[in-house]
């Protein structure tokens, strides 16, 4: 049962995050326990690791069908509180108005259905103070039904990770990472967390006197229903920002063209669009692309799910890597014509990153290819190509104006991103209490680490499949901020689109996938010290993305 319970929590790690983990051996444990006749958790079908792997999957299947299936709604009377630009996504309601003496007649208003797309929009454009409060309460405090899918997953992977005698399932899940373990971790997170905070701190006032001076005192302080709607003012008032305008500039088929040439004047790639075979795609929208590598030929694939890694045949043959790309951009009736938010353009590079990295890796067993790297390293390619540019013909007073709208409020998402991880890592470090009350740890984390209020009654992380998905590796976003930040200004930002630039990321990088160690690759790539060695484990140096985003190291 001891070899049988490794070989099978090994596959249940790789099958969480899709990336295969190397690293040193773990250290010598004793003999695991074994599990009783009632099972893990006392769930009879988690008596063996295949068991507990579907319980896994079912419990983030059925995640995934809550949030679907209980997306909240709130009813909004009378119709003219929701503003005509937010029409497209509300269903029109009507209910009895009595008017005394003379009858009654019909008031129309909107039923605002809250799930996260919809929230989002509520959320930045309603200028009604109480619409907000009311989409953003129900929308973060739904599905109710997941908080009990979580408090079952958390408790199973504890007494899984007691099983094969970690401390907890954070301790087994970082194992075998850059980091090594929680300890180091939470040190890293701890630090960024100082780091941010008092810039954060600026950026809330900044906010909350920009409220006042719009709404007046009466309307009190800032809330959370209000971060978005603010922001978005002040950065279209700073620099005369139209979201839609923005959007004109970026249709999706420019944005194709964007990434074709970014590919080609970096790694000297084409990308050709090729048919799809009868019965191949599972919607007209799916568009299928050939790699063309002068060296080496061509191989399909986009972006990003690995659906074949590259791998050593023989010395003469090697089978080329197949990957998917999947976005949930906003619909149009033709997709040819949808145009994207530029944070959706940074969501396609974002993916896009992913894809080159399994594509031009060039590793002898697809267990290393692309993405199949340490935890904390996967992000980083991605986050990288989100400094690159598509190269669309776009004023250049615009362009100025997105740059510094961006550099707008960047400790308070910094916070953010390390709020999420300073979750994920309570939620499955050391067992707290039983039963646990996620609510209340998630409450107090933020209070300690944002500048922000909780609104209380409410879950936002009932929505948040990363932390099923994920497990104690949310920070692994963060290490990528820091390594692709340091690679930006070190190796790309003088020449981004050059040869030399892209031969350098491609035979010093992207081609090894996981089959070297991290730290070697970036020493090799940009030299000197870009990691630091802390407890036994690596966190990466900060100083790159210190200098990105204007922040000042403590």
Sequence with gaps: MSALLRRAVSNIRLGFRGHFHTSVAPRPRPRPRPMNDTGLYGFPHLKTPKGFQRFVDDAIERFGENIASDPGHVDVFPASRIPKQLHHLVKPIYRDKFLGASGKTKEKGFQIITDPTTLTSILQYSADAEVRKMAYVCGNSVPHANLGVLDNLIAARHDLAQIIEYD????????????SSPKVVLSFLLEMSKMARPMADEEFKAISDFKREKCGHEYGDLEPWDEAYFTGLMKSSA??????????????????????LLAQSLFGVTF???????????????????????????????????????????DLEYQLPVVALVCNFRGSHNSRHVKLYHS???????????????????????????TRVLLDFAETPSNLFEHESSGDVIPEELVVSLQRAKKMFVATELQRQILYALVDQTLFGNKLSSPRDTVSVIADLKRQHTSWKHAEGTHWHTRFSHLLNYGAGYYSYLYAKCFAATIWEKTCKEDPLSLATGSALRSKFLQHGGAKDPADL?????????????????VPDITSLCNEMELEKQ
Excluded at 522 to 538: F, H, P, S
Aim: overall charge negative; some cysteine; hydrophobic content about 35%.
């Design 168 to 179: 907890s399932y954070a301790e087994y899940a970082l194992d075998s990472s850059m980091a």
């Design 239 to 260: 620099f005369n920002l139209d979201l839609s305008v923005v959007a004109s500039y970026f249709p999706l088929s420019r944005c194709i063209e964007g990434l074709k």
């Design 522 to 538: 970036m020493n090799d790539l940009v030299g000197g010290e870009t990691v630091r060695y802390r407890d036994g484990g690596m």
């Design 344 to 370: 959706e353009v940074e969501t396609l590079f974002h993916e896009f990153g992913h894809a080159l990295h399994s594509l031009l890796s060039r590793t002898d067993y697809q267990h290393f290819s692309g």
């Design 272 to 314: 050709r669009s090729i048919p799809l075979a009868p019965g191949e795609s599972w919607h007209p929208d799916v568009m299928k692309f050939s790699l063309y590598n002068p060296d080496e030929g061509k191989y399909p694939g986009c972006a990003h799910f690995a659906i074949k890694g590259g791998r050593r045949i023989s």
